[in-house]
């Protein structure tokens, strides 16, 4: 067997960076991509340009995988500073600053009480949702006023880890998040301040954690930059398949693999097929455990979804 339309040999797998603040989640993309000459990269999930952290970066194959990892569970380290609401509800939209008494850490701890568990969320103005075929944001560019509907996400944890008062007209809460996807932090953060009468934005983000990658196991922009320009790339890789444990991987012969490679569905010749993943999924690795297919299962047979070898002639 040999890999379906490679960009360039090896070069198949989740680079996970640590993005700095100030590029966008484009511009690592495009450093990925110049460094590599792998032409298809994509990013799995957004980071605004003043906020830092883990960006899961998929390269070659692995691009056929960021699906699977759409539906994530996300981590942050936020600051929310009070005292002043803000048109873009983070640090780099026009401030409007609030009549009412700042909070203190008593009172914020209180406040987040509400939103932990299942909540509705309206996305910020300024967000990439669509609305009547056009972004937010460049409705709000033009000075339109995008009606955004509340969407249903879900805090799993909110805990406040550090209140700093050195400016007591704009203290500042640091708080852990962990969300479903989808979840807006700056949306949080412009409704604490509402529900706290005293306005809120979002003064700093981390992201810490995308589903499986961990900051801590993210390589900085630099590294990227130094290891990737000198060719070896491939060491910081992780394999196209990273992180998707979710989805069982079963080990198939060679002709079983040709024959899925081909289209064919094809019945398992081999031990009992284990309970599938997520939309009856399993991952198909050859012999060398290395990623191959995966496939669905329907009545004891492997359906083909996506083929990354072709079949032997």
Same mark, same amino acid.
């Given at each position: ?203 700093? *983000?981390? #992201?810490? !954690?995308?589903?499986?990658? /961990? +900051? =801590?196991?993210?390589?900085?922009? %630099?590294?990227? $930059? ?54 009856? *999924?399993? #991952?198909? !690795?050859?012999?060398?455990? /290395? +990623? =191959?297919?995966?496939?669905?299962? %329907?009545?004891? $047979? ?12």
């Amino acid at each position: 067997m040999r890999r379906r339309d490679a960009d360039v040999p090896e070069l198949d797998g989740v680079l996970v960076v640590g993005k700095p603040a100030g590029p966008t989640s484009h511009d690592v993309v495009a450093i990925v991509r110049r460094l590599t000459g792998v032409r298809r990269v994509g990013h799995g999930g957004t980071l605004d340009p003043f906020a830092a952290g883990v960006l899961p970066v998929f390269l070659g194959h692995a691009t056929r995988m960021v699906e699977y990892h759409l539906a994530d569970e996300k981590a942050y380290r936020a600051v929310v500073i009070f005292g002043a609401s803000s048109s873009t509800d983070d640090r780099d939209g026009e401030l409007t600053r609030r009549d009412a008494a700042v909070p203190g850490r008593e009172a914020v701890a209180a406040g987040l009480e509400a939103f932990r568990g299942v909540i509705a969320q309206t996305p910020p103005t300024y967000s990439a949702v669509r609305v009547a075929g056009r972004h937010a944001y460049e409705l709000a560019r033009h000075g339109e006023t995008p009606e955004l509907r509340p969407r249903t996400v879900t805090i799993h944890q909110l805990e406040l880890t550090a209140w700093d008062t050195l400016d007591p007209e704009r203290p500042a809460a640091t708080l852990e998040v962990r969300c479903s996807a989808g979840t807006y932090i700056r949306a949080l953060a412009r409704d604490l301040g509402e529900t706290l009468g005293c306005g809120g934005h979002l003064g700093a *983000l981390t #992201r810490t !954690a995308s589903g499986p990658f /961990r +900051l =801590a196991d993210a390589h900085s922009l %630099d590294v990227v $930059r130094e290891r990737l320009a000198s060719g070896h790339a491939v060491e910081l890789l992780l394999p196209a398949d990273a992180g998707l444990d979710a989805y069982p991987l079963i080990r198939l012969a060679p002709e079983e693999l040709s024959a899925l490679a081909r289209g064919q569905v094809i019945r398992h010749r081999g031990e009992a097929l284990p309970q599938p993943g997520p939309s009856g *999924l399993l #991952r198909i !690795a050859d012999e060398a455990g /290395r +990623l =191959a297919a995966m496939a669905r299962v %329907d009545g004891g $047979r492997l359906h083909p979804e996506k083929v990354f070898i072709v079949p032997v002639v």
